[in-house]
């Protein structure tokens, strides 16, 4: 089956410094990727969209300037959070999809941000 | 996207099954009923998925109302393992998939 490798899966950074996040699809050219974040007892919120090859969109509330998304390869996605506060300290998560409708996504394992 | 709205919670005995209720009234004829679950501390897992006719596979059925305004997962000898998060999601032409709250089911021994 399609597998999402997320990559870290955890990771502690200092206030003011950035951290890249990779999400790969390993056995499938992944079109269109998704990125969520997840604070603790709340659902996934999708922050952005990305296509291959174009810049993402961005959901309503979400600082592209701060979440820098690059989908430079059909395998490869990265987000990368740049000036990270305490505030960012959250669960991000990753999808991929092949944008058949009869398909469903497949998700990463998540990455544990910590900003201390 | 169509809305979906699902029991906060719910518990089950294990060995018994389980069925989780989504209501999706407002969903459209190209859009597909989706179903993950998601355990503490990890990425949601895929479990089924339909449009109009009920489905089958080695994880749950998925029953879908003629009307396709509501659908119901079974999870037909739900064990310890099963207790999490689950989301009803309902997926069309914008290609997105957004989260409700979903419904977060405790399997008890």
């Known amino acids: 089956g399609a597998v999402v490798s997320q990559h870290p899966s955890r990771v502690i950074c200092k206030s003011g410094t950035s951290v890249k996040i990779e999400c790969r699809s390993l056995?499938?050219?992944?079109?269109?990727m998704f990125w969520y974040r997840q604070f603790p007892k709340q659902s996934l919120m999708l922050m952005a969209t990305s296509n291959e090859g174009s810049k993402a969109t961005y959901e309503q509330g979400v600082e592209k300037d701060k979440f820098l998304i690059n989908h430079a390869s059909l395998t490869l996605s990265t987000l990368t959070v740049t000036s990270a506060h305490p505030e960012d300290s959250s669960f991000y998560i990753c999808?991929?999809?092949?944008?058949?409708?009869?398909?469903?996504?497949?998700f990463g394992s998540g990455t544990r941000l910590t900003v201390v | 996207d169509a809305k979906t709205t699902q029991p906060t919670s719910m518990d089950c005995a294990e060995g018994r099954a389980a069925n989780l209720p989504c209501n999706h009234s407002?969903?459209?004829?190209?859009?597909?009923v989706y179903w993950y679950r998601q355990i503490h501390s990890q990425g949601p897992q895929y479990i089924i998925h339909?449009?109009?006719n009920n489905e089958t596979n080695e994880m749950a059925s998925l029953i879908i109302t003629e009307d396709r305004k509501s659908s119901t997962l079974i999870l037909p000898h739900a064990t310890l393992r099963d207790t999490a998060v689950y989301y009803c999601?309902?997926?069309?032409?914008?290609?997105?998939?957004?989260f409700g709250a979903g419904t977060r089911l405790t399997v008890k021994p």
């Open positions: 056995d499938f050219q992944a079109t269109t």
């Open positions: 407002t969903i459209s004829g190209n859009e597909y």
């Open positions: 999808s991929a999809s092949n944008n058949q409708l009869n398909y469903g996504y497949t």
């Open positions: 339909g449009l109009k």
């Open positions: 999601i309902v997926r069309g032409g914008n290609n997105d998939m957004r």
